[in-house]
């Protein structure tokens, strides 16, 4: 009898074990708006307090040659949603509310076809109200915050959205950048919370396209965050000569969150069955530069201890408008303090999602993400990544990069010599040149955009933020 009760408990063991290892992992990706590839603590800055952000790295792997999908907020959203680079993409442009066709596939609608509870919570981007491209019409359960980016711009909207529905916010006259009672990243965060915890019995996905650190910064006064910074004897700015101390404590309030994020998967014994993605969303800018620090205030293409900068910045296709920060941490699965210098970009998010959750992908322009992460062979290389925006066109195989701007001939660059893009080698290797402007021509294919149902609509929460051509527009 003895020997019977100890091999049914055996065999539940078992089969408990083999259930827990095919359990499909909850997925959490955040992205973080125009988080500078070294605007953090573990990455040299020594004005910005990023604790939980630099264990985060310690905890998992980190990228050092990861790309965005474009070098401003709407394209490179749509890249990453899709899978598709910015010669295939459906919205190309960064107007705040161009929309993706009603019937393409995105990570949710991916997901979701697998039993994964989906939502979203942050700024969208890629189909303002009204289009053909809002989140709840592609795969999301429910989706929270910001559909047109021009919205985002305010953290004390009247309203933010939630499925195509406005939701007052208790407080706010949508009148100021700086005022109000509620603040958007708040709620947001907060919807972002009750999510994870509503969906802790089956698998989600977690999808945080958060606004800080980029916007108007404005802040609650009685945030912990800003009282860290408010006394600190900066005074650069763009509109207010605070901007540079609240933009410190958003990167603050956003590393608090991720902190509280973390804790909660733990409390709930979901740390080891959730894998968390942290990324920039394009390459950072140089806000509130100073005669001292002339590219930008803290400096987010700037390596602190080379002095090498990337060049350029946001809405660029050289390094310093596509290089982000790229963090993965999957406690039991992927090794700690790992750095990898595979290279990657946005459309290879799909795939890797798709091999994680089980799902079938949708055509892409990816690879998937999965040797790398796990530690194993296999890992496929690109023969080559590719963009595009409003006239220039960029293409990179292994080491070598081309450039081409609205004007001028190609350039060419061999990042493995130099990241800062200063020496110009396409006359001394015009066959590798001639290579990489093929590529560029092959991977072209003229947009097929998505439909505007009600202008209207999108033009009410464009007016929301209260920048002085919408307040002569009201």
């Not at 408008?321 to 700690?336: A, N, S, T």
């Not at 701007?405 to 001394?428: F, I």
Request: aromatic share 12%.
């Amino acid at each position: 009898m003895q020997r019977t009760v100890l091999a049914v408990v055996s065999a539940l063991v078992l089969v408990s074990s083999v259930s827990a290892k095919e359990k499909k992992p909850n997925i959490i990706y955040l992205m973080l708006d125009e988080w500078g590839y070294f605007e953090s603590g573990h990455m040299g800055s020594k004005d910005l307090i990023t604790p939980n952000i630099d264990q985060f790295a310690k905890d998992g792997m980190r990228f050092t040659n990861a790309y965005a999908g474009a070098p401003v907020c709407g394209p490179t959203r749509c890249v990453l949603l899709t899978g598709l680079h910015s010669g295939h993409t459906s919205m190309r442009s960064n107007n705040g509310f161009a929309p993706i066709r009603k019937e393409e596939e995105t990570l949710a609608s991916m997901l979701r076809k697998e039993g994964y509870a989906t939502g979203g919570f942050g700024k969208w981007g890629i189909g303002g109200r009204g289009t053909s491209g809002v989140p709840e019409k592609h795969g999301f359960d429910e989706f929270f915050g910001y559909y047109d980016q021009v919205h985002a711009h305010t953290f004390y909207p009247k309203y933010l959205i939630r499925n195509s529905k406005e939701v007052p916010l208790e407080g706010n006259e949508g009148t100021s950048f700086y005022e109000g009672k509620t603040h958007a990243q708040d709620e947001i965060f907060k919807e972002s919370m009750k999510f994870i915890r509503k969906n802790k019995q089956k698998p989600f996905f977690c999808y945080l396209p958060w606004t800080p650190p980029h916007g108007l910064w404005g802040i609650d006064q009685d945030d912990p965050s800003w009282k860290l910074f408010k006394d600190k004897p900066w005074t650069a700015g763009q509109r207010t000569k605070n901007d540079a101390k609240v933009y410190a404590a958003f990167m603050h309030m956003i590393d608090r969150q991720i902190g509280e994020i973390i804790e909660t998967l733990k409390e709930m014994d979901l740390d080891q069955e959730t894998i968390f993605f942290l990324c920039g969303d394009n390459g950072g800018q140089a806000y509130f530069s100073t005669k001292g620090r002339p590219h930008g205030f803290f400096g987010p293409n700037l390596n602190p201890e080379t002095g090498e900068r990337f060049k350029a910045g946001k809405g660029s296709l050289y390094e310093g408008g596509l290089k982000v920060p790229f963090l993965v941490r999957w406690p039991g699965m992927i090794k700690e303090a790992v750095e990898t210098d595979h290279l990657c970009y946005f459309p290879d998010i799909m795939p890797t999602l798709a091999e994680l959750g089980g799902a079938t992908c949708p055509k892409t322009d990816g690879l998937s993400l999965m040797p790398t992460l796990m530690g194993e062979p296999g890992q496929k290389n690109h023969e080559y990544l590719y963009w595009e925006y409003v006239g220039q066109t960029a293409v990179r195989m292994k080491n070598w990069k081309a450039y081409k701007g609205k004007k001028g001939d190609w350039q060419l660059y061999d990042l493995s010599r130099e990241v800062e893009e200063k020496e110009n080698l396409a006359k001394e290797h015009p066959e590798v040149l001639k290579k990489l402007v093929g590529f560029a021509e092959a991977a072209h294919e003229p947009i097929r955009p998505g439909e505007i149902y009600d202008r209207e609509l999108i033009d009410k929460d464009r007016l929301q933020a209260p920048h002085s051509r919408n307040k002569k527009k009201k």
